[in-house]
C-alpha cells in the first residue's frame, strides 16, 4: 500500500501544490488534518493552509491561488482499519463518500467549487480515525499515519524539485 500511495502521490502532485489541513485539532483525531499541514509547514513545505473546521473560509485563497493540485488533509470516516489512509479525487470524494465530512461545507462541495472555478485538481488524503472526541491528541494509529505521510509527502516532493531541477539543467 504505502509503494502504490507513493507512485499515486507522485503522479498527482505535478506544478504548485497546496496543502489544506482539515479538522479539530481538540478532537482527538479529528485534528490529523491539522497536525500533518503543521508538520509539513515545519519541514519547509510552502504553500501549507491550515484551514481547521472551516475549510470553506479559504476558498477565495485556495481559488485564486494559481495552484495546479489541492490537497485536502483530513481524517474521514471509511470503515477500515484506524489509520488506514485514501486518496482520492473530487470526482471520487463526493461520490464513495457523501459524508466524508462534519464540515458545514461537504468537502466534496468544496473540492468542486474549487475545480469548477479555478485550474486547480483537488485530492483528499484522508485518514480513518480511531476516535473523534473531546481529546488535545492523536491515537497512536493516527500519529503513526502521520508521521508515514509526512515521510512520504517530503520525499516526493524532494524528488519532484529534483526531476524539474534536472530538467532545467538539461
Do not use: Y
Request: net charge negative.
Amino acid at each position: 500500500m504505502k509503494h502504490d500511495l507513493r507512485a499515486a502521490l507522485e503522479a498527482a502532485l505535478t506544478g504548485k501544490t497546496g496543502f489544506v489541513g482539515i479538522g479539530n485539532a481538540d478532537r482527538g483525531d479529528d485534528g490529523f488534518g491539522v497536525r500533518l499541514a503543521q508538520a509539513l509547514e515545519a519541514s519547509g513545505v510552502p504553500e501549507v493552509m491550515i484551514a481547521g473546521t472551516v475549510p470553506e473560509s479559504r476558498i477565495t485563497s485556495l481559488i485564486n491561488g494559481g495552484f495546479d493540485n489541492l490537497i485536502f488533509l483530513d481524517a474521514v470516516e471509511t470503515g477500515a482499519d484506524a489509520g488506514s489512509v485514501v486518496f482520492l479525487s473530487a470526482d471520487h470524494i463526493k461520490s464513495r463518500f457523501p459524508q466524508v465530512s462534519t464540515h458545514k461545507i461537504g468537502l466534496g462541495t468544496l473540492a468542486r467549487l474549487i475545480e469548477r472555478e479555478s485550474s486547480a485538481r483537488v485530492w483528499l488524503l484522508g485518514m480513518q480515525p480511531v476516535a473523534l472526541r473531546e481529546h488535545s491528541g492523536l491515537s497512536e494509529a493516527a500519529h503513526t499515519t502521520m508521521e508515514l505521510l509526512q515521510r512520504i509527502l517530503l520525499d516526493v516532493l524532494a524528488r519532484r524539485v529534483q526531476i524539474e531541477a534536472e530538467c532545467i539543467n538539461s
